[in-house]
């Protein structure tokens, strides 16, 4: 059994969800992409290796999935609903060339925009995350 896929068994297992065929093979090929798909891009991908799993089932199990924590819902600057299957605080960079979505971490960062809203305190609101999304373009295109 691969990494992606042992990883994605205990996802869902540690989630509380019955472990599935299905479910296995969808998160594993989200785990695998890596590049914050669309459901029917994770589906395009998918169908070549699981023809049997549906379009619909894929778009049920993300969302069983996102509202268990085992994934994020990440919408993009164009307003398509992307997934991630890296729950770890971070933050995203947005290539407005090329509609890509890259992972940023930066710890200083979290603590800054803790910090500020934080000290902010805005009347009534419980601040429960803060996660930045930069949009821009790289001058070389590389990370793009």
Not at 60 to 81: F, H, P, R, W, Y
Not at 84 to 103: E, K, M, Q, V, Y
Request: overall charge neutral; charged content about 25%; hydrophobic content about 35%.
């Amino acid at each position: 059994m691969g990494k992606a896929r042992s990883e994605a068994r205990e996802k869902i297992a540690a989630g509380n969800l019955k472990v599935t065929p299905q479910r296995v093979a969808i998160l594993e090929t989200l785990i695998r992409m890596n590049n914050h798909p669309t459901a029917d891009l994770l589906y395009a991908k998918l169908n070549k290796k699981e023809p049997n799993i549906s379009l619909g089932t894929v778009y049920k199990t993300l969302e069983t999935l996102a509202q268990e924590g085992i994934i994020n819902k990440v919408k993009s600057d164009t307003g398509s609903l992307r997934y991630d299957a890296i729950t770890d605080r971070h933050h995203h960079i947005f290539c407005s060339d090329t509609n890509n979505i890259t992972d940023y971490f930066d710890g200083e960062l979290d603590v800054l925009l803790s910090d500020y809203f934080r000290n902010k305190n805005i009347p009534g609101l419980n601040i429960e995350d803060v996660k930045l999304h930069i949009i821009g373009t790289f001058s070389d295109n590389q990370q793009c």
